[in-house]
């Protein structure tokens, strides 16, 4: 089964939902945190991506993310998240969910993004509730190294999820509506490790839905999948759009 069979399943069951993890930012050089080469095999994230420890030395926890923001700022769309952006526009997707904070799949042009673990797009205050963009920001931690609220001087957080932090309540509870009505959820780039998120495809499955799959390697649901395609998010998911174009 190939790039022909998820195209005639996208075609079948339009639009479908998108669930994205750190498999489709690879290919525009983002490293992911969870992969065995990943950050968080380099790095405590405890030490560095706690709520806790952001709380106890917010400065070592800017240190370790500024550089990062700023190397996600560079980073450009590649072809999976520009083919997902045309399959929204013509109507085989109708939302994507992603585990991503860098912005690339509403730099490529996907209108309808639920970003469920945050991003990289604001800092606020916890003191006041001030919220500043990332342009703002980062010029702040190069001068004082902790970026503060210019109207409470509270110490600013970058609204990505941190571990020991709950998910957002709206992200999320849209994102399951999302896979409670989607006939098709279409998994790109996810090992479906990381819970809740990890649960929507079964949210879909349980209500009828079907699941596919496009990632390197396995997945935690490859044997609840209708289909799975192992490889290239961005060559698949352009070719998946080559072949629906054809169709049309």
Not at 19 to 43: I, K
Not at 169 to 187: G, Q
Not at 198 to 216: D, F, K, M, Q, Y
């Amino acid at each position: 089964m190939g790039v022909a069979e998820l195209a005639a399943l996208m075609r079948e069951r339009r639009p479908c939902v998108v669930l994205t993890g750190a498999g489709v930012s690879t290919e525009s050089g983002v490293p992911d945190f969870r992969s065995p080469e990943g950050l968080w095999a380099q790095f405590d994230p405890l030490e560095y991506g706690s709520l806790q420890a952001f709380r106890d030395d917010p400065e070592k926890v800017w240190r370790f993310y500024a550089p990062r923001f700023s190397m996600l700022t560079e980073a450009e769309p590649n072809d999976a998240h520009r083919a997902l952006a045309e399959l929204e526009r013509r109507g085989y997707v109708r939302a994507v969910v992603t585990q991503n904070i860098d912005l690339l799949h509403e730099r490529a042009g996907s209108a309808d993004v639920v970003e469920v673990h945050g991003s990289i797009r604001t800092s606020s205050c916890p003191r006041c509730g001030a919220t500043y963009p990332l342009a703002e920001v980062l010029p702040l931690v190069e001068r004082t190294a902790v970026p503060r609220c210019a109207r409470c001087d509270g110490v600013l957080k970058p609204d990505v999820i941190f571990f020991g932090e709950l998910l957002p309540v709206e992200a999320l509870e849209r994102a399951s509506r999302l896979a409670r009505e989607a006939k098709l959820m279409l998994v790109v780039g996810s090992t479906l490790e990381v819970q809740p998120v990890a649960g929507l495809p079964l949210e879909t499955l349980a209500s009828g839905g079907a699941l596919a799959i496009v990632n390197r390697g396995p997945t935690a649901l490859d044997g609840v999948a209708m289909l799975k395609l192992d490889g290239s998010a961005g060559e698949i998911l352009a070719a998946v759009a080559r072949e629906l174009a054809r169709a049309s």
